[in-house]
């Protein structure tokens, strides 16, 4: 089944402690991104990967790192959070940007930094 | 720079109205694509459509309609004959040349639709 996958789906933690969160998907697909979602703002992009040589910041990076040493992965890493990183995390992808057909959705990752 | 303005934050109707989502588009490139998501409450993010800007035939899916307008930069989406499982939040989206690795979310409409 084609998919996109995120671990872990809910995480509570605190200031400061590192943490990564996953992303990984079965499609062959170039394009990878993050997004967070918090009430009232909608989904905003924070990186972007086009292919395994080329990710960039997105809208919101400040506070994010991601990696994509291969195709099918793209984690999210916060090296230190803090609590206005509380919120909804959507990893997606698709077969070459965002312009494509269909962008594919994780289930998301509700973050909640105390 | 791209936007996507959608001004109902919220729209409450009762079953079997039709109801319209507005979605207003700001961009300066010629080619560009506009989508709609929906976000239903168990918070899966589910692709409803994909227009791009050289095609401005409306479309019709459906309960599901969408017209798209250029002379208003305008997507906006109607749902006729509204039901209980349309309840959700509902997302436009906007993707353009020079912006080409981004997409764009307006801050979605949230459909309440009562029995």
């Known amino acids: 089944e084609a998919q996109v996958t995120q671990n872990p789906r809910y995480l509570i933690t605190v200031t400061g402690k590192k943490l990564t969160v996953t992303c990984s998907q079965n499609?062959?697909?170039?394009?990878m991104s993050w997004y967070r979602q918090d009430p009232g703002l909608g989904l905003r992009q924070i990186y972007y990967?086009?292919?395994?040589?080329?990710?960039d910041k997105g809208d919101v990076p400040e506070g994010y790192k991601v990696s994509r040493k291969e195709k099918r992965n793209f984690p999210l890493i916060l090296e230190s959070p803090s609590p206005n990183q509380t919120s909804l995390y959507f990893c997606?992808?698709?077969?070459?940007?965002?312009?494509?057909?269909?962008?594919?959705f994780g289930p998301g990752t509700r973050l909640t930094v105390t | 720079a791209q936007k996507v303005t959608q001004a109902q934050t919220e729209i409450s109707v009762v079953e079997k109205e039709d109801v319209t989502l507005d979605c207003v588009y700001e961009t300066r490139d010629t080619t560009y694509y506009l989508f709609w998501y929906k976000q239903p409450p168990s918070g899966e993010l589910v692709f409803l459509i994909r227009?791009?800007?050289?095609?401005?035939q409306n479309e019709i899916s459906g309960r599901y309609s969408w017209n798209f307008q250029k002379s208003t930069s305008s997507f906006n989406f109607t749902i006729t004959a509204s039901q209980v499982v349309d309840s959700a939040v509902y997302f436009c989206?906007?993707?353009?040349?020079?912006?080409?690795?981004?997409?764009?979310f307006g801050k979605g409409t949230m459909l309440l639709v009562s029995p």
């Open positions: 499609m062959n697909h170039e394009y």
């Open positions: 990967s086009m292919n395994v040589e080329v990710t």
């Open positions: 227009r791009n800007s050289f095609d401005e």
């Open positions: 989206a906007l993707s353009s040349n020079s912006g080409y690795s981004t997409l764009t």
């Open positions: 997606a992808s698709s077969l070459w940007g965002p312009t494509d057909n269909e962008q594919y």
